[in-house]
C-alpha cells in the first residue's frame, strides 16, 4: 500500500511539515514522486517512520536515528526489542516516580518524615532513565550491555550522602571546566590534571574498576558524540574538548 504525505500524516501524527523536513534532511525519503509532484511512501517507509518514532521517543537526536537506520549492520528486530526494553524500564521508572510522588504526599498529610532513602530512589531512578535515553543506544552498540547495567546498579546502590556526593562532583566539573576555558587555562597545565582527577573519581562512583585506558575512551567520546559534547559545552563551547584532552594527557 502507499500513501501521500497527507495520508501517511494522518495515520502516523507526524505533520506534513514534519515530514518534509525528514525528506530534506535524508532522514525519510519517499519511494517515489508522482507526475503530479506529490512525495508516496511505500512499506519500506512506513516501516522506517515507525523506526524514527520509537528513537524519538527514546529521546535519540535526529543525526544519531538517521546514523542507526543507515547502518548496512542494522538490524530492526534487534533494535525493537531494544526499544521495548528500553520503554519497559521507563514504564517501571515512572511508576517509581509517581510512587514517590504519593508516598511524600502520603508523609506529609500524616506529619510522617520520610527515610533518606526513600526520598533519593526516585531520582536514581530519573537519572537512569535520562542516561539511557541519551547515551543507552551508543553505549550498548560500543561496549555491550553489561557495563552500561552494572552503571545503573551502581547507581541504585548508592547511598543518600554517595548520591549526593556524586552529582555536586559532576557540577563541581562543569563549573570548573567553565573556569578554565573562559581563563585560557590549558589542558596540559595544573588545572587540566586537577580536573582529570576529579573526573575519574566521578566516575569511580559507576565504574569502580576505572583505568587508565577506559578513562581516556570515555573521555574521548566527549568530542567524538556530540550529544556528550552538548552535554558539557551547554554553557559554554570548549568544555568538552578541555575534558577531552586534559584526561588524555593526564590519565594515570
Known sequence: MEYTIQELSRLSGVTTRTLRWYDQIGLLKP??????????????????????????????????????????????RAALKSHLAALETRRRQLDRLIDSVQRTIDAQE??????????????????????????????????????????????????????QEWTSLD??????????????????????????????RWLTFTIPACDAAQHRGIAALYVADPRFTAYYDRNLPGCARFLSEAVARWAE
Not at 527515610?115 to 542516561?131: L, P, V
Not at 587555562?185 to 582527577?197: F, I
Open 31 to 76: 519511494s517515489r514522486i508522482a507526475a503530479n509532484g506529490y512525495r508516496c511512501y511505500g512499506p519500506a517507509q512506513v516501516d522506517r517512520l515507525q523506526d524514527i518514532l520509537y528513537y524519538r521517543a527514546l529521546g535519540v537526536e535526529l543525526a544519531r536515528i538517521k546514523a542507526y537506520l543507515d547502518d548496512p549492520s542494522f538490524d530492526r
Open 110 to 163: 500524616r506529619n510522617e518524615i520520610m527515610n533518606d532513602h526513600e526520598k533519593f530512589e526516585a531520582f536514581k531512578e530519573e537519572t537512569i532513565r535520562r542516561n539511557e535515553a541519551d547515551y543507552g543506544p551508543e553505549a550498548r552498540r560500543r561496549y555491550g550491555s553489561g557495563p552500561v547495567d552494572a552503571a545503573h546498579k551502581a547507581i541504585r546502590g548508592m547511598t543518600p550522602a554517595a548520591y
Open 171 to 200: 557540577q563541581e566539573i562543569l563549573a570548573r571546566l567553565e573556569d578554565a576555558v573562559r581563563s585560557g587555562a590549558s589542558p596540559d597545565g595544573p588545572e587540566g590534571q586537577a580536573l582529570t582527577r576529579l573526573h575519574r
